[in-house]
């Protein structure tokens, strides 16, 4: 039997969150020390996929990062997007929008730090925030709210239509594993940085966070989603190092032929050499 790939094992055909395990371990290694020898097997072919990409110069990817407060979207960034070329990437963060932001469309501020032909981009947080917390916090109507559904979905077939490949990632993480890392934030000087007192405000919303996720995960699923159990911070980034991977796979970049006579440029080469 054919080993299941992890899109298959971590696609979200059935959007129930009750029903998935922040601590599971659906495919692939079973501890730490495998998914640390796996990561830098999967960097090494990553690298030089990027590099492909990069040449093309025709495609690009988009790994969106979604989760709840400490489900570790920075660090997805750092441990994952981190294992190729800065050159070949680009990444951005999304907080509340400025006053001149809310004035503009919702999708303006995405549109203008996509990815170019060629490279990676990764979004920690992304137009999801702009159906999450209006749904929770009441700052739109129901209808609204369905109405910009409806946009990301025409957003993102517009994107995939102009050849930017997107991997859509939930982190879901547990209630009780945030409460450990928000507090390791509060015991850690060196993590006081990473705390947000607004945190626990959210925290306190979990519920309705979970329905709000719920619904976006429904909503928009044209593109497919990934539910990746983040409790494992090990398991997390081995997982997404694995989405990203079987997805340039597929993609199977190819370097560009040469639009010059190769024998002729090292014939003018050797023949130019200063130092004979």
Known sequence: MAKKSVRDALRLDEVDLSTLDPAGRP?????????????????????ALQEALYAEN???VLLVLQGMDTAGKGGVVSHVVGLVNPQGVRIASFKKPTPAERR????????????????I?????????????????RLLT???????YKEINAFEKELADSGVVLVKCFLNISPEVQKERLLARLDDPKKHWKYNPADIDSR????????????ALKNCHEVPWYAVPSDRKWYRNWAISRLLLETMREMDPKFPPPVYDIEAEKARLISADPLR
């Open 204 to 215: 306190s919303k979990w519920s309705k966070y979970q329905d709000a996720y719920t619904q």
């Open 121 to 137: 981009g990764a979004f920690d947080r992304s137009h999801y925030e702009d159906v999450l917390v209006p749904r929770v916090e």
């Open 142 to 148: 129901a209808a609204e709210i369905r109405g910009r």
């Open 27 to 47: 495919t692939g290694p079973k501890n730490k020390k495998e998914a640390a020898e796996d990561i830098a097997a999967t960097g090494i072919e990553l690298d």
């Open 104 to 119: 503009q469309h919702f999708l303006t501020r995405i549109r203008k730090v996509l990815p170019e032909k060629g490279r």
């Open 58 to 60: 025709s495609r690009s």
